[in-house]
């Protein structure tokens, strides 16, 4: 499938507002891959595909399509099964819509929770996803927003920082424990910074 059937395919199955966000991750993912020096169309096609589970409302679904993929679901996500439209993305993103580019699926699987030692493309579409303009919830958008086109490292340590610290305050929100992996990775790569004085 070409970017723009794709696209078409996506308009078509998502709700509005969820078509939205993906057209807003895609443009910042191109965005910052212009800035950081990363092949801006595969960021683009990365941003386009990162929510394509989205279709698939149902917990039973996203559970029955992991299985049938052999992907392994953690006590997390059998806890909060939206956890799983990162996984079932990248199962999508390959299956049906073609992708066979192991770092657009991986970035598309990780996006959600994060890993230790992200990709570049990894980090693009995982700041992406928090940062694109139809967002405005989330705590410190602005300097993030100004921060994300000057440091990857420390805007993704930021953003997981918010996520922790967030979800230890609503006891009710299940944590995954490779978000709390992907927190502390950076969170030593950030005081290491501090320690050089950088």
Request: aromatic content about 8%; charged content about 30%.
């Amino acid at each position: 499938m070409t970017t723009k059937e794709i696209q078409k395919d996506l308009k078509n199955k998502l709700k509005p507002a969820r078509y939205e966000h993906t057209l807003g991750v895609s443009d910042t993912a191109q965005h910052l891959a212009k800035i950081h020096g990363y092949d801006c169309a595969k960021a683009a096609l990365a941003g386009l595909l990162h929510d394509c589970a989205k279709i698939h409302g149902r917990r039973s679904k996203k559970i029955a399509l992991c299985r049938e993929y052999g992907v392994s679901i953690s006590d997390a996500e059998y806890k909060n099964p939206s956890l799983l439209h990162a996984k079932c993305g990248a199962i999508l993103a390959e299956h049906e819509y073609q992708i066979i580019d192991f770092d657009i699926l991986h970035a598309i699987r990780v996006h959600t929770t994060g890993v230790p030692d992200m990709s570049l493309l990894d980090k693009i579409i995982f700041i992406a996803d928090y940062i694109e303009p139809n967002r405005d919830k989330a705590p410190h958008l602005k300097e993030l927003r100004k921060l994300a086109d000057k440091d990857l490292d420390e805007t993704t340590y930021l953003i997981l920082k918010d996520t922790v610290d967030y979800l230890k305050a609503h006891e009710d929100q299940t944590m995954d424990p490779t978000t709390v992996s992907a927190y502390e990775y950076y969170r030593d790569w950030h005081n290491s910074q501090n320690r050089k004085g950088v």
